[in-house]
């Protein structure tokens, strides 16, 4: 059975610009050694929103466990960025 990810996909997508805009700044940073655990956990995040929208579009046997660690991921990176970032 063929599913619709619609939603997910494109949350999934602004996730990933929204972390690759944050990796981007954070090496703008003057201090950028400070902004390391940022940059780290925008990496991670934006590389697992890039493998769940893989996973989605090919309609992986696996894609709820996917899916699940994205959004553990995405969670822990919202909540851990908007605290380092100044």
């Known amino acids: ?35 390391v655990d940022c940059i780290k956990l925008d990496r991670e995040c934006a590389d697992i929103c890039s493998y769940a929208v893989q996973a989605m579009t090919r309609n992986s046997p696996f894609v709820q466990e996917i899916c699940t660690l994205c959004a553990k991921i995405c969670e822990d990176c919202a909540r851990r960025v908007c605290k380092t970032r100044p």
């Open 1 to 35: 059975m063929q599913m619709s990810y619609e939603e997910c996909i494109k949350a999934c997508q602004e996730s990933l610009e929204a972390c690759n805009n944050c990796f981007q700044a954070c090496l703008g940073e003057d201090h950028v050694q400070m902004m």
